[in-house]
């Protein structure tokens, strides 16, 4: 199955992603993580990419879609997938359709996550990642054994800086302007299912995995 996970930043489509590849099986394409591998990495990619995250605002489109094209080749990939992170904009929407095509498949459905403003704000603000083995924590929901510091690698924890609470504010700036849109234009295409990210996880995987299983997934 190929899905595309929609949402502002900070409600949780990597979270279950990670969860909808552990029990199906399809392998989860962010571009975040890929991004940010490419800053650690310092590459070219990278260097350019970094101006843009750390300003809040998207990468550019020639950049990301040419990541996308590549991960959704390889035989990982044949028999589905859970985009997390992309589209982020119609245009990209509409080069995704054309990669796609390209394969002879298309997109099984898009999931819109809901959640208010105010929650959004405090679950980014509140993360707290491991710049050595890139485990991710929460202050609040998931904090770490010793405050501050990993609990896998003993390193200390740093927040990013697209979580400081000034970057999200551009972040769900550029979201409103650039991504949102995307609702409609996948509503229009009759690909849209809307879900509730709001509560504990593991409520909203409830929620998803009935939305799935509708689906035919198994």
């Given at each position: 199955?190929?899905?595309?996970?929609?949402?502002a930043p900070g409600v949780g489509k990597g979270t279950q992603a990670d969860r909808v590849t552990a029990q199906f099986g399809w392998p989860k394409i962010s571009t975040g993580d890929i991004l940010r591998e490419a800053v650690r990495n310092q590459t070219a990619l990278g260097i350019e990419a970094k101006k843009s995250m750390d300003?809040?605002?998207?990468?550019?489109?020639?950049?990301?879609?040419?990541?996308?094209?590549?991960?959704?080749?390889?035989?990982?990939?044949?028999?589905?997938?859970?985009?997390?992170?992309?589209?982020?904009?119609?245009?990209?929407?509409?080069?995704?359709?054309?990669?796609l095509a390209e394969r002879g498949v298309s997109l099984d459905r898009v999931i819109?996550?809901?959640?208010?403003?105010?929650?959004?704000?405090?679950?980014?603000?509140?993360?707290r990642s491991c710049p050595k083995c890139q485990s991710v924590f929460h202050v609040d929901f998931a904090a770490p054994k010793i405050e501050g510091q990993c609990?896998?690698?003993g390193a200390l924890l740093v927040q990013r800086s697209d979580d400081?609470?000034?970057?999200?504010?551009a972040r769900l700036k550029v979201y409103d302007e650039q991504t949102a849109p995307?609702?409609?234009?996948?509503?229009?295409?009759?690909?849209?299912?809307?879900l509730?990210?709001?509560?504990?996880?593991?409520?909203?995987?409830?929620?998803?995995?009935?939305?799935?299983?509708?689906?035919?997934?198994?």
């Open positions: 199955m190929r899905l595309v996970f929609l949402g300003a809040g605002k998207l990468v550019p489109d020639n950049v990301v879609i040419g990541m996308v094209r590549a991960k959704v080749a390889e035989p990982l990939c044949q028999n589905g997938f859970v985009l997390d992170g992309f589209p982020r904009t119609v245009p990209q929407a509409e080069e995704l359709s054309g990669i819109n996550f809901r959640v208010s403003r105010e929650d959004v704000i405090r679950r980014l603000s509140g993360r609990d896998r690698c400081k609470p000034e970057t999200i504010e995307l609702i409609a234009y996948y509503e229009k295409k009759k690909a849209l299912s809307e509730d990210g709001s509560g504990d996880m593991t409520h909203v995987y409830d929620r998803l995995s009935k939305v799935l299983v509708g689906l035919g997934a198994k």
